[in-house]
């Protein structure tokens, strides 16, 4: 069940459209999660990484603004984060160092990113 699932974890939100981010914070928190952002911007959701102590899962939307998120996701790997794109890119458009990560297709089921984060 997703309240078990995500109950207590801290979830980073990178959404730069806001409907689609309040939504997602919604959602999550009512599942029971504590959700970190939403940031919009690779600039913000780096800052936000770096001054906390404790991640649990990002959901990170690939282009902000037209500004793509890699280096967001690269961060996030680096620091063992587990996090899903959600895009309407298919892995085919994707580096090939993030085929593995799992890919939510928008609008976002909370549920399935409950059980792609594990």
Do not use: H, W
């Not at 980073?12 to 999660?33: I, W």
């Not at 906390?52 to 793509?68: K, V």
């Amino acid at each position: 069940m997703i309240e078990n699932t995500l109950k207590g974890c801290r979830i980073l939100v990178v959404e730069d459209e806001y409907m689609l981010a309040d939504e997602l914070r919604t959602e999550l928190s009512d599942a029971g999660a504590v959700v970190l952002g939403p940031v919009p911007s690779v600039e913000q959701a780096i800052a936000l990484i770096r001054q906390e102590d404790r991640i649990d899962g990002a959901i990170l939307d690939i282009n902000l603004g037209g500004e793509l998120a890699y280096p967001v996701a690269d961060l996030l790997l680096e620091q063992g984060i587990s996090f899903v794109f959600s895009t309407g890119y298919d892995n085919a458009a994707l580096p090939s160092r993030f085929v593995d990560v799992p890919r939510c297709e928008k609008p976002i089921d909370v549920n399935a990113v409950a059980r792609a984060l594990g």
